[in-house]
RNA sequence: GGACUCGUAGCGCAGUGGUAGCGCGCCUCGUUCACAUCGAGGAGGCCAGAGGUUCAAAUCCUCUCGAGUCCACCA
């Protein structure tokens, strides 16, 4: 069978293209724009199966079916591709320099993209090429602007220099959410602070960190402490840098943690930050960006943070009370895995809180599949922290902001005075020195700002064109439950923010694909199944059965490539069924015929009888997004009723049955056309037909016997 | 420390109140009339365990054990 010709006579014949003008009611259907760092894997093979199978269903029940495909640029997951990339011709960000460096992105993301976009078209994805969208398409960045631009009006936007969790590796702030923990075996070091202008007092505090204490401005006990409570009000010598720092108390440290008292280090933990600020301590860094230790470490200077512990503890000598083991869950950065820094950062924030209440008023409007993901999403936005939005990347929406480099060489951010909120360079001259020196701010915004407004930026937004009028709220958005804080709950407060409207009415949350022991797809691993190898085995139609397979909402499968290949066998021999079936049928076709439909044989009436059950039940299950469910009882129905046992009686009485056989088998079809839709459409267009196409027919309904 | 999900035949999974299912694998038989990429038949599960609700529980409730995921400022 010729997939790719069946492909092609679709697209040609428009069957893909959502019409803004038709009177038919829309059905919108977002695909989850896949990240650009690689192939597509079996968890897109199957979110796009799905996807599809839903199109193609609600196209045939007359819906004006809109889906949208679009490819994101996935910032800092690009770079960190790229850049390996980059390594290995034995080139890197520096010796590029940005222009040349965003060149040679450019040339590779579209390498990549033409793999994406051939593997979403031999899979059958029948969405409308004509929209698609990519995140850094020009399009997007007028959306993205107006995003920020009305952030910045409504005064939800500030930039400061803040804490942030920062990847050494990837040279940037990530968002707490961008992180995971790994366990790790470390020490606990009890260290001896003295209690300044005393003899020999002295309080201890326990740290995993000694590296960190040359930048200590403090130390915390927690109140009433027994022994440290004297102290209070005291001050401490800073062990490594003989500087003497406050000792106060704060109900935030744990009475049950160490010896109850706490070195407050703002500049290199997030809790230390919080609890200086209110006791306006001075900000000290000793560790920067790249890991390193700065020139207040003294002797330590430049070194490794992990390397100036060893060291720091050495110098420490006498101050060390005690140490233990200790097994802690350190923070790493969920792309590189490299250990995350705390520092502080300027970093442009956009307050939440008001989108967060937003979003909890109305997030009970969207049918979440399976329910309990509406517990999940409200109770995270309930308790939602500002969006660190600035990424310290190149590959992404740059920050639309520009500075006087003359009056404001520091990029501070005031009103309309010597900074310009602007996507191109501000033709005006600068309020303050009437000159026009402008520098744009160097970062670029986090791939989610972009992501975030996707079903708006996809439909033109800001304009108010008769695409957002007609589509927005989409009707279906997937996604694996892996981005529901990231993208989900985003897409949700951005949405009803802008849009005053949810972004999509069903969301359907599928389940992940993961090795035979549970462990998640990855590269490193190599665990990963290609689906054109299945697809190429196999068959489309049987690769896609395979997958539906999978589809229940919210749950998890586990798949090796035997696995894949026992389900996508099964549903290829399936397919050899059917050919056969349609042979039986169509090429042998008794000489004479009976009456038309419907005679009154016990047999036809079982298999008419048969027929309308299997349509009520797909048609329900489609509906609530039980693919599984449906395609089974479709298989059920197909070889085990239809052939196994009316096809076998059928030939005692062949002529007289003909009618019927045809009726049922094209009827067969068009219920497995969503799944499957290239062997039916090949066979249903040898049976007698109208319409163009079995992608145009109408959805079958139920017929009186 | 919180929240959630799962534990069903050798393996991969469905079934969420009414006599235990599907696929692969396994066993027996069968190539003449669509199909051996097949057909007919079969073996294999006290639905993790214990208690409860109910006329009725794999399905609802409670607890225990086991597997996993997510969230949290573990110094």
Known sequence: MDEKKWYQFWEESGFFKADPTSSKPPYGLLVPPPNLTGDLHLGHAMEHSILDALARFKRMQGFDVLLLPGVDHAGIQFEATFDKHLAKEGLSKQKLGRDAWLKKAWQFKEEIYNSVSSGWRFMGLSADWSREVFTLEEKVQKAVFEEFKSFWEQDLLYKGAYIVQWCPKCGTAIEDIEMEYEERKEKLYYVKYKIDESNGLYLTVATARPETIFADTGVAVYPFHPKYKKYIGEQAVNPLTNASIPIFEDERVDKNFGSGALKITPGHDPLDFEIGQDHNLPILHTIDKNSRMTDLAGGLTGLKAQEAREKAVKILGDHIEKIEDYIHSVPVCERCKTTIEPLISKEWFVKMSPLADKALKHIKKINFVPKNYLKILTVWIKDLHDWSISRSLWWGHRIPVWYCGKCNPNHLVGKDKDMVVSLEEPGKTCQTCSQKHWVQDGQVLDTWFSSGIWPMSTLDYPENTKELQKYYPWDFETSAPEIKFLWIARMIMLGLWFQNEIPFRNMFFHGMLRDLQGRKFSKSLGNGIDPNGLRTQWGTDATRMALYSYAAAGR???????????????????????????????????????????????????????????????????????????????????????????????????????????????????????FMPFITEELWQKLPHKEKSIMVTQWPSTKQT
């Open 556 to 674: 998890d499968g586990r798949a090796s490539r035997q696995t894949m290949d026992e389900r996508a066998k099964n549903f290829r021999n399936f397919t050899t069924k059917l050919k056969n079936i349609a042979r039986f049928i169509i090429e042998l076709k008794p000489a004479s015929q009976g009456p038309a439909l419907r005679t009154q044989d016990a047999d036809d009436k079982w298999i008419m009888d048969e027929l309308n059950k299997t349509i009520k039940t797909v048609t329900k299950n489609l509906e609530e997004f039980k693919l599984h469910l449906a395609a089974e009882s479709l298989y059920e129905f197909i070889w085990h009723k239809f052939a196994d046992i009316y096809i076998e009686k059928s030939k005692d009485r062949r002529a007289e049955a003909q009618s019927t056989l045809e009726y049922v088998f094209k009827t067969s079809l068009e219920l497995l056309h969503p």
